[in-house]
């Protein structure tokens, strides 16, 4: 059964929006964008009134699926996994494994220091990823915000609360749309399937009421 959803502010993907656009979906797939509204035959019919539509946020399953967290102390084979460093108040210099990125950042790891580099300077001074739990303080999570490249923020925990904090911090839709799920899915290399609006991408989807006015970012 074919699935039209009308009147959404689609965000499309981490560099387009349509405030008032439709989507054509069955039970699997999208199988057409449209930047306006239409009107198709013999297809259900759901007026989005608005919302804010993304794709469906990150499954946190898929990370203990592609990816392992290891100590730096550990020599691990992740095999096709990719590694993030985690759960470890070690330091940088300590480090003799290849990694993707940053799990849990801020999470039992060493913060900032002059004299002794740790994991937390290290994610905000190379362009690997961090995963950031979405029940950090706000004024935490800006500043990642804002010292971090942001297609490699990754929301983990409750990411719709993550958005939400995000968005009152100054994130943009299509930021949020990264961080909730893109840039995972391209660490990942599951981008092609999941991860934005785009034909032939999977249909789940996300509604979240942020601002009245969708047309406000």
């Given at each position: 059964m074919k699935t039209l959803l009308i009147h959404g502010h689609l965000i499309i993907d981490d560099y387009r929006q349509f405030l008032d656009g439709s989507l054509l979906v069955d039970d699997k797939h999208i199988l057409e964008v449209y930047p306006q509204y239409v009107e198709l035959d013999d297809v259900s019919v759901v007026d989005l009134k608005g919302k804010l539509v993304f794709p469906k946020f990150l499954d946190l399953g898929i990370l203990d699926k592609?990816?392992?967290?290891?100590?730096?102390l550990d020599v691990v084979d992740g095999g096709d996994k990719k590694i993030m460093l985690g759960n470890t108040r070690g330091y940088l210099d300590e480090v003799h494994i290849e990694y993707d990125g940053y799990y849990d950042?801020?999470?039992?790891?060493?913060?900032?220091?002059?004299?002794?580099?740790?994991?937390?300077n290290g994610a905000f001074n190379d362009d690997r990823y961090v995963e950031l739990d979405s029940s950090l303080d706000e004024t935490i999570l800006s500043v990642v915000y804002r010292l971090k490249r942001?297609?490699?923020i990754?929301?983990?925990?409750?990411?719709?609360?993550?958005i939400r904090k995000m968005y009152k911090i100054g994130a943009n839709f299509n930021e949020l749309l990264m961080m909730s799920g893109l840039n995972a899915y391209r660490l990942f290399g599951l981008d092609k399937q999941r991860g934005s609006l785009i034909k032939g991408k999977s249909?789940?989807?996300e509604q979240i009421l942020l601002v009245q006015s969708p047309s406000s970012k």
């Amino acid at each position: 059964m074919k699935t039209l959803l009308i009147h959404g502010h689609l965000i499309i993907d981490d560099y387009r929006q349509f405030l008032d656009g439709s989507l054509l979906v069955d039970d699997k797939h999208i199988l057409e964008v449209y930047p306006q509204y239409v009107e198709l035959d013999d297809v259900s019919v759901v007026d989005l009134k608005g919302k804010l539509v993304f794709p469906k946020f990150l499954d946190l399953g898929i990370l203990d699926k592609y990816q392992v967290v290891v100590d730096p102390l550990d020599v691990v084979d992740g095999g096709d996994k990719k590694i993030m460093l985690g759960n470890t108040r070690g330091y940088l210099d300590e480090v003799h494994i290849e990694y993707d990125g940053y799990y849990d950042l801020f999470n039992n790891m060493t913060g900032f220091s002059i004299e002794r580099f740790g994991l937390v300077n290290g994610a905000f001074n190379d362009d690997r990823y961090v995963e950031l739990d979405s029940s950090l303080d706000e004024t935490i999570l800006s500043v990642v915000y804002r010292l971090k490249r942001k297609d490699r923020i990754i929301l983990i925990g409750n990411i719709e609360e993550g958005i939400r904090k995000m968005y009152k911090i100054g994130a943009n839709f299509n930021e949020l749309l990264m961080m909730s799920g893109l840039n995972a899915y391209r660490l990942f290399g599951l981008d092609k399937q999941r991860g934005s609006l785009i034909k032939g991408k999977s249909s789940a989807i996300e509604q979240i009421l942020l601002v009245q006015s969708p047309s406000s970012k």
